[in-house]
């Protein structure tokens, strides 16, 4: 089986078959990354190329390592967009990228629909890897791939998504996942920081860190970016946290066996407190293992499945 | 003398409150005489220095008037220019058009004012307009010289494309342009409300995670610009008005009896900020698509007259400023050429009648910029349309008159075809 379409632009183009499918897979090809030889031959001869408008560690690092393990070639180019002098368009880079022949394109970009745009431009697949404020598919996919594991299913389970929804595109991508799965997901955050009609992609809002959270069986912290700060979303650093931070007063109102999930990088002492995010709940380090499995899942069912 | 004869078309003009089958005869580009069709015995055929259109079957207006085109020359000529941009009129019905000040240079002194208008008689093939701009630079800081810019042919002001933040500025534009009965026409916008916003703030910029620019960040400057209108008298017009709220405000400044009138585009008219939905960037403007319950309340503006006229923001941009990142992209969307088939798909769906639909296009932008234009009497200027109602067509970008393609309606049917335009009694357009 492989994807419908050659692209991975979002979950929510994704319909809840799709969405195991990659679970699936990603459960299947978890156990090539405990091996002594951490490599299977299946997508040898395939280039790939990360192509990283905006600065990553992880996400770039998961996407490479997900390639390798996988036989694939995997190429990075870092472009940085601060430049005042005005590079080279999207469609030109994609033009001259997609001469050199490559398989698939990652691409991470600090404007909203550019996946989009490069999947219109090349005929290779391309893969999202965060766009703007808009999706982080593969970031929704461990998420789901991580509760599912330690819950066994996600349908009938209550996500509370807490933070900056406004600027989130994992808080986007999470929504539909866990929604089309038959989770019911909550967001909190500030009402600067909800953005309007969120409602409508099949959530419920609230201002109240404590609604959110005492009903919850997982609990996701999103980043807080401090610049916000200067934009005036919230007045300062430690009045939201103290509203919206989770720590240990907070979680000892939640449900006993409530996991935390956060995408990283985490503000330590902002939006999660160390001893949470260190504590028996957190299961920050479980999504970063889980990325790589299904970031070889993505990779698998673009490029590879077709030929078995 | 040479002379035109349209044959039995159906003449329709709503300030003569004429809607019937006639003959128009043109003697040296004004109108000569019309008589009913029925009634006319003269035998009409064509010979030397004697044209006859046969508009049987066809709608014959005043030309069509719009108040509101950017034609980019000077300093802008890869997107559009005097030439191209009067072409583009032309193949849309118009035969009169005001063009912006925010060209490079600025339209905010008197020789710029005197280039384009000796540029639009050279090269150009309709009735150009200039606009001279409020700000020497558009700046916002200091007042042009209106009386000057008059002079030169503006027929109104306007910093349009930049929005006028200093509200004391806004207030000696309007007072002072009253010397030269000029109207101010407003963009409304308060950009510390719009910040970087790239299209309509609601579900849908929340679905696409771009950032939104909220109705209040143009309703809060129309409700400014409004009450300076009371506090000085002067004539403010509000160009492109696009949400509800906006609508509300003006509408109780025309009860008021304010010196007020309004605009609206034909893609604000029709389109839903879901036009933007797949991130096209040639459904990216200022001000954005709004919503449905928006939309609705532009088109019983219009129907009412609150909206007193139809004009089309005509904004070429070329691929380069538009084939790239949403957000980054230019905004602005060409429309000279599809207006008319829009506002016709009001009347078709029963939204306006006919009569009322021409009348946005014709008499009411006359009114409102105070042209004596809009209208076809005996010893008229014979400024017509000619348009097929019952054809339709298909938009094709490529097609286009206009230099830039930035169309949000490439693609689809529209009905109402223009066949001719003739301008001073020339044919400046006849379709292929």
């Known amino acids: ?308 | 003398m040479n002379r035109l004869i349209i044959k039995g078309g159906r003449f329709l003009d709503p300030v003569a409150g004429i809607d019937g089958i006639f003959n128009i005869y043109v003697m040296g580009g004004r109108v000569a005489s019309f008589k009913p069709a029925y009634a006319d015995t003269t035998e009409i055929t064509p010979g030397p220095g004697v044209e006859v259109i046969d508009a049987k079957g066809l709608l014959v207006t005043p030309g069509l008037i719009d108040v509101h085109a950017h034609l980019r020359e000077p300093g802008f000529e890869y997107k559009e220019t005097i030439r191209t941009g009067t072409l583009a009129a032309a193949a849309g019905g118009f035969t009169s058009i005001l063009c912006m000040a925010n060209t490079r240079p600025v339209n905010d002194n008197e020789s710029v004012t005197r280039y384009i208008r000796k540029k639009a008689e050279e090269e150009g093939v309709v009735n150009v307009f200039p606009v001279g701009a409020v700000s020497v630079g558009q700046n916002g800081e200091r007042l042009t010289e209106m009386f000057e810019l008059k002079s030169a042919g503006c027929v109104a002001v306007s910093d349009d494309g930049m929005p006028i933040v200093d509200g004391g500025l806004m207030r000696r534009a309007l007072e002072y342009s009253k010397i030269c009965d000029l109207p101010v026409i407003s963009h409304a916008e308060d950009p510390t409300l719009a910040g970087s916003g790239a299209m309509n703030e609601g579900e849908v910029s929340t679905r696409l995670g771009l950032k939104g620019i909220p109705g209040a960040a143009e309703e809060s400057v129309v409700a400014r610009d409004i009450a300076l209108a009371r506090l000085t008298g002067g004539r403010l017009h509000i160009a492109h008005v696009s949400t509800r709220g906006s609508v509300e405000l003006i509408r109780m400044a025309k009860e008021e009896g304010l010196k007020v009138t309004a605009e609206a585009t034909p893609h604000h008219l029709t389109l839903t900020d879901e036009a933007v939905l797949k991130y096209s960037t040639n459904a990216k403007m200022n001000p954005p698509l709004r919503s449905s319950g928006d939309v609705e309340a532009l088109r019983k503006g219009l129907k009412d007259g609150t909206i007193d006229c139809v004009a089309t923001d005509h904004a070429p941009q070329s691929i380069m400023e538009k084939d790239i990142e949403f957000d980054r992209a230019a905004n602005g969307v060409v429309g000279i050429e599809t207006a008319f088939s829009l506002i016709y798909g009001l009347v078709a769906e029963g939204l306006l009648t006919l009569n009322e639909a021409v009348s946005a296009m014709t008499i009411e932008p006359a009114r409102a910029m105070g042209l004596d234009k809009g209208t076809l009497r005996v010893g008229s200027a014979a400024d017509i349309a000619i348009i097929d109602l019952a054809k339709g067509w298909t938009v094709d970008p490529a097609k286009l008159r206009s230099k830039s393609k930035n169309t949000p309606f490439a693609g689809m049917t529209l009905k109402g075809v223009v066949e001719k335009t003739i301008v001073g009694g020339k044919t400046v357009y006849s379709r292929e």
């Open chain 1, 1 to 308: 089986m492989r994807f419908k379409g050659k692209d991975l632009l979002g979950i929510e183009d994704l319909d809840a078959s799709d969405i195991d499918l990659v679970l699936s897979t990603a459960e299947s090809l978890r156990e090539v990354s405990e091996r002594e030889i951490k490599k299977v031959p299946t997508l040898r001869g395939k280039t790939i190329i990360n192509l990283f408008y905006e600065p990553s560690t992880r996400t770039r690092t998961s996407f490479e390592i997900a390639a390798k393990r996988m036989s694939a070639d995997a190429v990075n180019i870092s472009v940085s967009t601060s430049s005042v002098v005005k590079g080279e368009t999207i469609k030109d880079t994609a033009k001259n990228l997609e001469a050199m022949k490559p398989d698939c394109i990652v691409i991470r970009h600090s404007a909203s629909g550019v996946p989009m745009m490069l999947a219109n431009y090349v005929k290779c697949s391309v893969v999202n890897a965060g766009d703007g404020a808009h999706e982080h598919p593969s970031q929704a996919l461990l998420d789901m791939l991580t509760v599912k594991e330690k819950k066994g299913a996600i349908a009938g389970l209550k996500l509370s998504i807490i933070g900056d929804i406004t600027h989130s595109r994992v808080a986007r991508s999470n929504i539909y996942g866990f929604t089309k799965l038959g989770a019911q997901v909550t967001v909190a955050g500030p009402p600067t920081m909800v953005p309007p009609g969120i409602e409508k992609l099949g959530c419920r809002a609230t201002s109240s860190m404590d609604d959110a959270i005492k009903d919850a069986d997982v609990i996701m912290m999103l980043r807080i970016q401090l610049e916000r700060q200067k934009e005036s979303f919230f007045p300062s650093v430690r009045e939201y946290s103290r509203l919206y931070g989770l720590d240990e007063a907070k979680l000892n109102r939640a449900k006993k066996d409530v996991l935390i999930l956060h995408p990283g990088p985490i503000n330590r002492g902002v939006e999660v407190s160390s001893e949470v995010a260190d504590g028996p709940h957190s299961l920050i380090l479980d999504q970063v293992t889980n990325g790589v499995a299904v970031r070889m899942a993505i990779f698998y069912l673009l490029l590879g499945a077709a030929k078995e």
